[in-house]
């Protein structure tokens, strides 16, 4: 079956969403850093793209991020996704 394409801000909204049922906040420029790593994934990868997947693959990975984030300070608001948060995408 095929869906049509998410937009990019629809597939940030995805992700603002996963996050907060959990209890994570997505900062402004975590969501910037986010919607230009989607642009990036998706022109590497036009057919391939996973839409609400890829929503979860990267949220998955600013877990972890955030995660070793904590880890070296734990200070760190543990529930506050930063543009850092966001993986490095391959183009």
């Not at 402004?28 to 790593?37: L, N, R, S, Y």
């Not at 642009?39 to 609400?52: K, L, Q, S, V």
């Amino acid at each position: 079956m095929w869906f049509p394409p998410y937009s990019t801000s629809e597939i940030v909204e995805i992700l603002r969403r996963r996050g907060a049922a959990d209890g994570y906040i997505l900062t402004p420029e975590a969501a910037d850093q986010a919607a230009q790593w989607i642009d990036r994934r998706r022109r590497a990868e036009p057919t391939g793209f996973g839409n609400a997947c890829t929503a979860d693959g990267v949220f998955n990975a600013m877990e972890t991020r955030l995660a070793l984030r904590v880890a070296a300070d734990p200070a760190t608001d543990t529930f506050t996704f930063i543009a850092e948060d966001v993986p490095p995408c391959r183009e």
